[in-house]
């Protein structure tokens, strides 16, 4: 029986049987003819794999595959650049934005925390999250495996844990988002980018204390709510550092 060498990398190894994860293994063509016939023999999803380079070529699903070849399939880049070589898809996000499901809500205000834009209803159901993954180019967040392997969707990742916190530590590790840290840049209640205002376009808004405490503001466009450096940035600031052992201005 004709076969092809196949290997896959990081977590797409995730649902393979053990046999395969991490090394290259043999793999037999009978009805597999293509690349992305043998992603899908792999129990794989197309929206899972970026890269795949045969006999050291990046290739297309639609490619053929012939005996002897040596297959590499790769997980979904997005936030460092892989240079000219044909992806699964043509335009790669550099830096994420995201969509979640009903169930995350406390890790999309966390990445909010950190300036990540992520939308996030609690009322939108699985149709709504894909079509707006689809056309906004979000990376649907999902602890729900099923959903996440919609063929409809390009950029999806399922969230293991169901602890908030680390949620946020496996999101950030997994899209390599430590570099790309803006906290306190983003409206915690809007996903709105926040702007610089003068402090006498908002006194109407704040409290009488920080009238007199405060000389830096930063406002929402959308829903008006006003952000200065209080003690409310003091506890975020740490629990960054506690959470993610990331340290900053």
């Not at 990081?10 to 063509?29: G, H, I, M, Q, V």
């Not at 639609?62 to 070589?85: H, K, N, Q």
């Not at 169901?162 to 915690?188: A, I, N, T, Y």
Request: charged share 25%.
């Amino acid at each position: 029986m004709p076969e092809v060498l196949v290997r896959c990398y990081a977590e797409l190894n995730d649902t393979l049987p053990p046999w395969r994860r991490f090394r290259d293994s043999r793999f037999a063509l009978e009805g597999v003819a293509t690349v992305g016939d043998l992603i899908a023999a792999l129990a794989l999803s197309v929206a899972d794999v970026d890269l795949v380079l045969q006999n050291g070529e990046s290739v297309s699903p639609d490619d053929p595959l012939r005996a002897g070849d040596r297959v590499a399939l790769y997980p979904v880049f997005e936030s460092f650049d892989i240079g000219g070589t044909q992806r699964i898809r043509p335009h790669p996000l550099r830096t994420p934005r995201f969509i979640l499901d009903v169930h995350l809500g406390k890790l999309a205000a966390h990445l909010r925390m950190l300036g990540f834009d992520a939308v996030y209803r609690n009322d939108a159901g699985d149709d709504d999250l894909v079509r707006d993954s689809i056309a906004g180019g979000r990376v649907l967040l999902s602890r729900d495996r099923a959903l996440v392997a919609d063929p409809r969707l390009s950029r999806a990742f399922v969230v293991r844990s169901g602890d908030p916190e680390e949620q946020l530590v496996e999101v950030v590790g997994r899209f390599q988002l430590q570099g790309l840290l803006r906290p306190f840049s983003r409206c915690l209640r809007c996903n709105e980018a926040l702007t610089s205002v003068a402090r006498a376009d908002v006194l109407e808004l704040l409290p009488p204390r920080v009238r007199q405490s405060q000389t830096e503001f930063h406002c929402c466009p959308s829903c008006r709510r006003v952000y200065w450096p209080g003690t409310h940035q003091v506890r975020m600031r740490a629990f960054i550092r506690r959470v993610l052992r990331i340290d900053f201005e």
